[in-house]
């Protein structure tokens, strides 16, 4: 979805809303930002959603990929074994 494209219908009605640190809900999905705690350290993933207006197809990725490394760490998340 990230090129504009909906991967369920392929209509190029995709909209996409983000909230960054300081502009609040902008988008009003939640949630719009994670807070991952590893240890001492707190680290918020903030999230870009994605929307296809023709079929109503939603999807979210974290904005910040840079900042995912945190996940094996972090308190409360696992990795989910394939099937």
């Given amino acids: 979805m990230q090129d504009g494209t909906c ?9 996409r809303g983000s909230s960054r640190e300081g502009d609040g809900l902008t988008a009003g999905i939640y ?4 807070e991952i705690v590893a240890g001492r350290k707190q680290t918020t993933l903030w999230i870009d959603t994605y929307i296809c207006r023709a079929c109503g197809y939603l999807e979210m990725r974290i ?6 490394s945190v996940l094996t760490q972090a308190d409360g998340w696992e990795k989910v074994a394939p099937a």
Avoid at 7 to 15: D, H, L, R
Avoid at 63 to 68: C, I, K, P, S, Y
């Fill in 63 to 68: 904005a910040n990929r840079d900042e995912l």
């Fill in 7 to 15: 991967p369920k219908c392929q209509s190029p009605e995709v909209y």
């Fill in 31 to 34: 949630p719009s930002i994670v």
